[in-house]
């Protein structure tokens, strides 16, 4: 089972595209494939740990921030009700957040560089953080990515939060400005808190991916010409030609639904290590 990236539409500037992850599962085969490519136990400690090499206690930790807060520490006891009373009545927001990021992350590994981990961008000596406020935030020797990642009901919803309101816009310009005013160092610091240092020109010469990613209920028509001509409200000041911004979404059968198998496969995962260290 796989995803492949359909572009749907370029904006007339030739400077952006919106994409479309394009498969032909069945919508409940797509759910099984999310979770696989989120719990496999390489690709997870990419994310919050690549550079360590995995125990179980950090397999259930990596695993418990897919859980309620609520249910951590007691797994085997949690039923499928709390789980779906947590869901209905939304608990937990940023969960859902956390998750669309989590799987923005995890796709830009699998298609844009294999090598990306996660971390921060941080100016000069004081170790100043720079404030894109991007959802994700990923590095390679090749690579800088910048991510917004929402999880609505309706794509609609999550495309007003990322090009409507323009704040993906003014986090990459402000971004954009700090690079070409930034005379001293920037550093690149990962998740495990490893920092490498670049030069400004060594940033500068790194492509930028902006990926905006939007999770989202399938609509009963299937069809989302209009919100595709959405790419043309895109305007970036001062974006190199080595420079790109992608949009992305992926229709999937219910919000509710694959975050009550997330959790649900969560918990079965750490219930059943936690067998292996009694």
């Not at 950090?58 to 009373?85: A, M, P, S």
Request: net charge negative.
């Amino acid at each position: 089972m796989s995803l492949t990236i359909q572009t749907k539409k370029e904006s007339k500037c030739k400077k952006y595209k919106f994409c479309i992850y394009h498969h032909e599962l069945s919508l409940a085969d797509l759910d099984v494939y999310i979770l696989q490519i989120m719990f496999d136990e390489t690709k997870l400690n990419q994310l919050f740990q690549p550079n360590s090499t995995l125990n179980i206690d950090d397999r259930i930790n990596q695993l418990r921030r897919f859980i309620e807060t609520k249910f951590i520490n007691r797994e085997k006891d949690v039923t499928v009700q709390e789980i779906e009373k947590a869901i209905s009545e939304n608990e937990n927001n940023s969960y859902y957040s956390f998750f669309a990021e989590a799987l923005l992350a995890r796709l830009n590994i699998d298609w844009i560089d294999d090598k990306l981990i996660t971390g921060v961008i941080l100016v000069d000596d004081t170790i100043k953080t720079v404030s894109t406020g991007a959802d994700v935030c990923m590095y390679s020797d090749e690579n800088l990515v910048l991510g917004e990642a929402k999880f609505y009901n309706n794509l609609g919803g999550g495309l007003d939060s990322i090009i409507t309101d323009k704040s993906f816009e003014s986090k990459l310009e402000s971004f954009i400005n700090k690079l070409s005013k930034q005379k001293n160092s920037f550093f690149l610091k990962n998740i495990d808190g490893i920092i490498n240092k670049k030069t400004q020109d060594e940033i500068k010469a790194l492509p930028l991916i902006f990926t905006g990613f939007v999770l989202h209920t399938k609509s009963i028509k299937n069809n989302y010409d209009t919100h595709y001509e959405k790419v043309d409200a895109i305007n970036i000041n001062n974006f190199e030609k080595h420079y790109q911004a992608h949009l992305y979404h992926l229709p999937i059968e219910s919000k509710e639904e694959l975050i009550f198998k997330a959790q649900k496969k969560a918990l079965d995962l750490i219930i059943e290590l936690e067998k292996l260290i009694k």
